[in-house]
């Protein structure tokens, strides 16, 4: 489990993140989410014992990282800039971190099978793909079989089929209790993959809450397509609605589907189409980011 409480860090006189509370809990997928120089990165180092922390407490299963014994075995983390000897094969590289948590060359050769990196198991690292070297850093972070996980843009430079399979990892992990907290910018592909969600702005948390909770409480919009679509407009308007338009269909905002079908039939006129438009978690993000 993380816990996040009140976290103050400054740098000089310039406060980076000011007290910043959240918890990443067993069995979910956290995603923290912020805007460059939001106060993400500066939360994710202070947490893995990167940055000295300023005030407040940034804890790992009860305790900051530097208290943890065997760290490895309780939190593995993927850095957005990974870390690799490129001299390094990639057996070597993850063999030398084996040492460090006492785990067996059995074990090395299992992750680099399941991150599909078998094949260049005996390639310089120097020499991967962005893609193998995320693939690297997963299986680095996975080698104490750690029961929390902390990353950051780990889909970077991972194809379509990456994505999918990063993502059946962490859920695994999530469905087994494992914690994880994820950062990316790649908002799309996170609304596929979280439960909950917090989002930065200006160093201080704007919201948290469950991503189910979010996005059900966001305005809904109705997308209408119909034969008459001015004569609509203006009946939509006269029963209490919001109305506008991306050039092809009205966007109609306060009124149900039922409400719009019934104007539609007593005006006669017919309804093409009608769908339900609720904003994505990227819309809902920069909402809340670029109002803070």
Known sequence: MIEIRELT????????????????VPGRVTGLLGLNGSGKTTTLRVLLGLSRIGRGAAL???????????PLRQIGAVLEQGLSHPGLTGRGH???????????????????????????????TGDYSLGMRQRLAVAT??????????????????????????????RDHA????????SSHLL?????????????ADGRVRMRAPLADLVGAQAQRL??????????????????????????????AG??????????????????????????????FLNLAEAG
Request: aromatic residues 4%.
């Open 9 to 24: 860090k400054t740098y000089g006189r310039v406060p980076a993140v000011q007290d910043v509370t959240f918890d990443a």
């Open 60 to 70: 790992i299963n009860g305790r900051p990282y530097r208290e943890l014994k065997d």
């Open 94 to 124: 993850l063999t030398s971190q084996a040492l460090l948590c006492r785990a067996g060359r059995a074990r090395v050769d299992a992750l680099l099978e399941f991150v599909g990196l078998a094949d260049a198991a005996t390639t310089r």
């Open 141 to 170: 972070a996975l080698i104490g079989e750690p029961s929390v996980l902390v990353l950051d843009e780990p889909a970077n430079g991972l194809d379509p089929a990456g994505m999918a399979w990063l993502r059946g990892l962490l």
């Open 175 to 182: 469905g087994a209790g494992g914690t994880v907290l994820i």
């Open 188 to 200: 799309a592909e996170l609304e596929l993959l979280i439960d909950d969600v917090v989002i930065i």
């Open 223 to 252: 997308r209408v397509r119909g034969g008459h679509p001015q004569l609509l407009w203006q009946e939509f308007e006269r029963a209490g609605a919001t109305v506008s338009t991306d050039g092809r269909a009205l966007l109609v």
């Open 255 to 284: 009124l149900s589907p039922e409400a719009v079908g019934d104007i539609a039939l007593h005006v006669r006129v017919p309804i093409y189409e009608l769908s339900a438009e609720a904003p994505g978690l990227e819309q809902i």
